[in-house]
């Protein structure tokens, strides 16, 4: 290792590295200076519309490109590196679950959001449910939102700021300055075009670190000779127990359950899908991003295995080098990349792309919530459209600055990646378990839902903060992987402190690392060091998700039919995914026609309904007619509800 001290990073910083950091953000605030000039308007498109939605006239690739963005943030980037570095490539699994989460956000989630057209996902549980339920699920999300936009710039910042020297809130600063910016002036396809231009940028600059440090280290041989000969090669663990961090089982199936979360009904998803011409190009967006992803995930796992083989006798959190888990790959960078002008600066500008790109999507998202979902209903019912883009565009600011100020309660976050993966199970679990109960168990009612949504979201948060408090009292504590610090030759130190104590103080600190079962062999069992504690609080964050929709799901159903259940016939049919249509290929007729069970055989068209549907899209009809024809009958006729679903 070269670098002794954190002084010597900031050192191998130089003006180059600042030019092509300085740059980036350059562009990005370009392009919303670009996408806020007037043009000629589409007259089917109001300014709301375009602001909110992009027009609906987004590209496929520009669309896949933000999909990746949006939720493979900084935290991906240094966060991932970190996982497989201290705990081994387990987590490289979880690659299996996108398969899975794909097709069911393209076939099952998407179809039903394409046709109502919405801006705000919440707007279906209203139509499903009432108004009560909608305002519950937008209200959730917008505090998970919130929350996880503050780790995200957290964590890099925190990271950079010993490789730069540039203070953290310096660096938040910047990224939430430029976002506002960007996102207030442009709208979402300022949004978009940044996020298509950050991707480059983030995958440009891990492919290069990873090349030119695979090379530093002696290859691929010399890289899985290292990782195998500490045991971090590891993909066969399919022990079932829920307390195991990583398994098989909770990183394909608990995994599964995270993800459709975020690409089956997350706002800032959904948004996106909704911003195309067409249903076919939202679910090519949602392939071509599945590609993006199992890259990326690749890339930043190997670079993982790759720092552990270039410190693999002498580990930087040991040794104080660093002072958190997120702060290795930054090292890694500077250590190996940092006699290269201009490349240090790159990575910087990769992983600063990243939360860009992530609090850009969040602040939109944010925006067409507060606006859909609270400020038109509630206060300004009749605001026109001028001022209803004013009013978006105002609270992406306001959402901003709250946000901003939220990151120094993310400063007490630990590890990043689990603590952002841990928001999204503790919220987005409940959220996808009422998604899930409207759209697939036509029985539910709005009592059924608040009842399901409440108890999954309190008992979600008492086992996600109880965990940590458990964590941070030293009650449960994971261990590593073996490292060690024998090849240190500028450490010359030992500790008198007893294992315990040793233990304490490390999980004062945010530290992101535990010690190792080869520092303290008799401290450790299988998975844990492990006090008294609650077993509910050893459960994997991985199942988080899993466990929260069921919840939902099973309180949401059994309250809907103690308090009366919905009666599917007079359900609108538009409102349930058609599970025996998508299963035609596998079950016989009669089975398909009772998995129907009767949804919408007695539905009647209401007034303000037909108003809806006589109202223009802000898309082209023709396009529409070409996303609806494989998806929709083209003439219902049931007891007065009678439409032409090719000429809406």
């Not at 209200?139 to 957290?154: K, R």
């Not at 045991?231 to 307390?243: G, S």
């Not at 959402?399 to 199970?425: D, K, M, R, T």
């Amino acid at each position: 290792m070269s670098i002794k001290d954190g002084e010597d990073l900031v050192q191998r910083f130089g003006w180059q590295d600042y030019l092509v950091f300085g740059l980036m953000l350059g562009v990005s605030a370009v392009i919303g200076i670009y996408y806020a000039i007037p043009r000629k308007k589409n007259t089917q498109t109001s300014s709301t519309d375009e602001f909110l939605m992009g027009g609906r006239n987004m590209g496929t690739f520009p669309v896949a490109m933000s999909l990746i963005a949006s939720f493979m943030s900084a935290i991906t980037l240094l966060g991932t590196p970190a996982e497989i570095y201290l705990y081994g490539t387990m987590y490289w699994i979880i690659g299996l679950s996108y398969l899975l989460v794909m097709p069911a956000a393209a076939y099952l989630y998407l179809p039903i959001f394409y046709k109502l057209q919405l801006t705000s996902a919440y707007e279906y549980l209203e139509k499903r449910f009432n108004r009560v339920v909608r305002v519950l699920g937008s209200a959730t999300f917008s505090i998970q939102m919130s929350l996880y936009m503050a780790v995200v710039v957290y964590a890099p910042a925190l990271a950079l700021s010993q490789v730069t020297g540039i203070s953290v809130i310096v660096s938040v600063s910047s990224i939430f300055a430029v976002c506002i910016f960007y996102t207030a002036l442009g709208g979402l396809k300022a949004v978009m075009w940044t996020d298509t231009f950050q991707v480059i940028i983030m995958y440009g600059s891990m492919i290069a670190v990873c090349i030119i440090g695979d090379a530093d280290v002696g290859g691929p041989s010399e890289v899985v000779k290292r990782n195998n000969d500490t045991q971090r090669i590891e993909f066969f663990e399919f022990n079932p127990n829920p307390a195991i961090r990583h398994s098989f089982w909770s990183l394909v199936i608990g995994g599964y359950f995270q993800w459709v979360t975020i690409y089956g009904v997350n706002q800032s998803q959904v948004q996106r899908y909704l911003s195309v011409p067409s249903i076919k190009q939202a679910q090519r967006a949602i392939w071509i991003n599945l590609v993006g992803l199992l890259g990326l995930l690749c890339i930043c796992c190997y670079t993982g295995m790759v720092i552990f083989t270039k410190y693999y006798d002498c580990d930087p959190l040991s040794a104080n080098l660093v002072e958190r888990s997120e702060q290795l790959f930054p090292l890694f960078v500077m250590d190996t990349l940092g006699h290269l002008p201009g490349l240090p600066g790159l990575f910087v500008a990769g992983i600063f792309s990243g939360a860009l790109s992530t609090v850009s999507s969040g602040l939109n998202s944010l925006a067409a919530i507060a606006m859909e979902d609270f400020v038109k209903p509630f206060c300004f019912p009749n605001l026109s459209d001028r001022a209803a883009t004013n009013v978006s565009k105002a609270l992406a600011v306001l959402i901003g600055l709250i946000c901003f100020g939220l990151v120094f309660v993310a400063a007490q976050f630990g590890n990043a990646l689990e603590a952002a993966l841990s928001i999204f199970g503790m919220v987005g679990g409940p959220l996808l378990g009422v998604f899930t109960l409207g759209m697939f168990l036509p029985w539910a009612n709005w009592i059924g839902a608040t009842a399901g949504i409440l108890s999954g979201l309190v008992l979600m948060f008492w086992i996600g903060f109880g965990s940590q408090i458990a964590k941070g009292q030293g009650l449960l504590v994971l261990r590593t992987k073996p490292l060690t610090t024998e090849g240190c030759d500028f450490l010359n130190m030992t500790t008198t402190e007893p294992p315990s104590s040793v233990l304490k103080s490390l999980l004062k600190g945010p530290l992101g690392y535990a010690p190792t079962a080869s520092q303290y062999p008799d401290m450790f069992d299988d998975s844990f060091i492990v006090s008294d504690t609650l077993g509910l609080y050893k459960v994997s964050y991985m199942w988080y998700s899993t466990i929260g929709c069921f919840t939902v799901i099973i309180v949401g159903i059994i309250v809907s039919f103690l308090t009366g259940a919905q009666d599917p016939k007079k359900l609108n049919p538009e409102l349930i995914c058609p599970v025996y249509k998508k299963l035609y290929c596998c079950f016989p007729k009669k089975w398909k026609e009772f998995l129907r069970f009767n949804v919408g055989d007695e539905y009647v068209l209401k007034d303000d309904e037909d108003e809806e549907k006589m109202k223009p899209f802000s898309i082209p009809i023709s396009h529409v007619n070409a996303a609806f024809d494989n998806e929709a009958e083209s003439t219902r006729e049931k007891n007065g509800y009678s439409y032409d679903m090719t000429k809406i």
